[in-house]
């Protein structure tokens, strides 16, 4: 693996690490994670095949935690047992938030209908278990902030791998949601991603890597993981014109604080 600079501490607040995509490699992430700053990994099972597998890793590793949910892409296969189980598992202490969820007019997986249908029922679990709601948005930001305005009084969570503009940074921003971002901010042309990160106040600010996904420069084409977070921290940096170790500072304490990580 290529040289990764070390800034601790970190928090990588968005990842899949307990995916298939890691395999027998994911011992051996976890440490890499480790040795670049990062100190904890948040881990997101978005499907109920994946749930048990996300809680097993953080249960075995005090460095993980983790966020479970029914990725919008899905919301055709909720349930009453998919209500359910997922209210009973997140009443587990190693679960800090719920998502992700949300809405994907991207690929459209389900109708708009059915996912603004379920992204409401994640944010009213939010509010009852007093958890973050983790939002995913993929060409859907206007109407998410709509639903979050209408329907998401009482909670508070974070805008996962952002990629909208400056002014839904600020409507984001005012509904009390922090906004995290991902290594597209690295890409030589993600200009709207940087002027976006440039709008979210420090003290709402949060960092991941969304791995597998999105991996940042210069490892572009490879498979993402934790420890790249390091990478993405030094171009949020840049961008907010702070010393380093202040953007991980405040990344990581944000963090915490969201997802009542002691």
């Known amino acids: 693996m290529a040289c990764v600079q070390s800034i601790p501490p970190l928090i990588d607040t968005h990842c899949h690490i307990s995916s298939q995509a890691f ?20 881990d997101v099972g978005t499907e109920p095949e994946d ?3 996300s809680l097993e890793l953080a249960r075995a590793n005090s460095a993980v ?15 009453d047992w998919v209500d359910d189980s997922l209210r009973h598992l997140l009443k587990r202490p ?21 996912q603004r249908a379920v992204f409401v029922k994640h944010l009213t679990l939010a509010r009852e278990l007093h958890l973050p709601a983790v939002i995913h948005a993929r060409d859907a930001y206007d109407d998410i902030l709509d639903v979050l305005a209408s329907e998401g009084s009482g909670t508070v969570g974070v805008m996962h791998s952002f990629m909208g503009s400056a002014e839904q940074v600020r409507r984001a921003v ?9 290594g597209p901010v690295t890409y030589k042309n993600a200009h709207t991603v940087r002027e976006a990160a440039a709008a979210v106040p420090l003290h709402r600010l949060l960092i991941e890597t969304d ?21 993405t ?29 002691a």
């Open 23 to 42: 395999g027998d490699d994911q011992a051996a992430a976890l440490t890499r994670a480790s040795e670049a700053g990062v100190e904890l990994v948040i």
């Open 51 to 53: 749930w048990d597998r």
């Open 65 to 79: 935690r983790c966020v479970l949910g029914l990725h919008p892409n899905s919301a055709a296969r909720w349930s």
């Open 94 to 114: 190693e679960v800090v938030g719920v998502g992700e969820t949300g809405l994907d007019y991207y690929r459209l997986g389900a109708s708009a209908e059915q």
């Open 174 to 182: 005012a509904l009390g949601y922090f906004v995290s971002i991902s």
């Open 211 to 231: 791995s597998p996904y999105l991996p940042p420069h210069p490892h572009r084409g490879k498979r993402n993981e934790p420890a790249y977070v390091s990478l």
């Open 233 to 261: 921290a030094g171009a949020l940096a840049s961008v907010k014109g702070l010393p380093v170790e202040e953007l991980a500072q405040a990344t990581t304490e944000n963090a915490r604080r969201l997802f009542g990580i």
